[in-house]
């Protein structure tokens, strides 16, 4: 059985950094896009970032417009996880950040989702 879980919220001031992790059990990640997604407090839940599965052509990785430059997406096949380092945060990017993984390309899995989700971390980013 495939599971997702992420870790690595918390609460920070504006201007800090957070790394979250997914980490996956029951399949290699190396054969899954992975995606971020975040809900805002009262909003619908929304892509921040994807990262193709090893072997995709082309391998690439997107980033929403307002995270580009602040966070960077990545992936330790070793440790099976995929890493979303947030840096220089602002109070806007509050919210629950959840992972989803699966096998689709990586553009595909920033709309659609994965087949896998997880339950979700949650990030507060005080002004």
């Known amino acids: 059985q495939v599971q997702l879980g992420e870790s690595g919220g918390g609460l920070v001031q504006a201007g800090g950094s957070l790394r979250l992790s997914c980490s996956v059990t029951?399949?290699?990640?190396?054969?899954?896009?992975i995606g971020w997604f975040r809900q805002a407090p009262g909003k619908e839940r929304k892509w921040v970032s994807c990262?193709?599965?090893?072997?995709?052509?082309?391998?690439?990785?997107e980033y929403k417009d307002s995270v580009k430059g602040r966070f960077t997406i990545s992936r330790d096949n070793a440790k099976n996880t995929v890493y979303l380092q947030m840096n220089n945060l602002k109070p806007e990017d509050t919210g629950v950040y959840s992972c989803?993984?699966?096998?689709?390309?990586?553009?595909?899995?920033?709309?659609?989702?994965?087949?896998?989700w997880g339950q979700g971390t949650q990030v507060t980013v005080s002004s």
């Open positions: 989803t993984g699966g096998p689709r390309p990586a553009n595909e899995l920033c709309i659609l989702g994965g087949g896998y």
């Open positions: 029951g399949h290699s990640v190396e054969h899954y896009a």
């Open positions: 990262i193709s599965a090893k072997t995709a052509i082309p391998y690439r990785t």
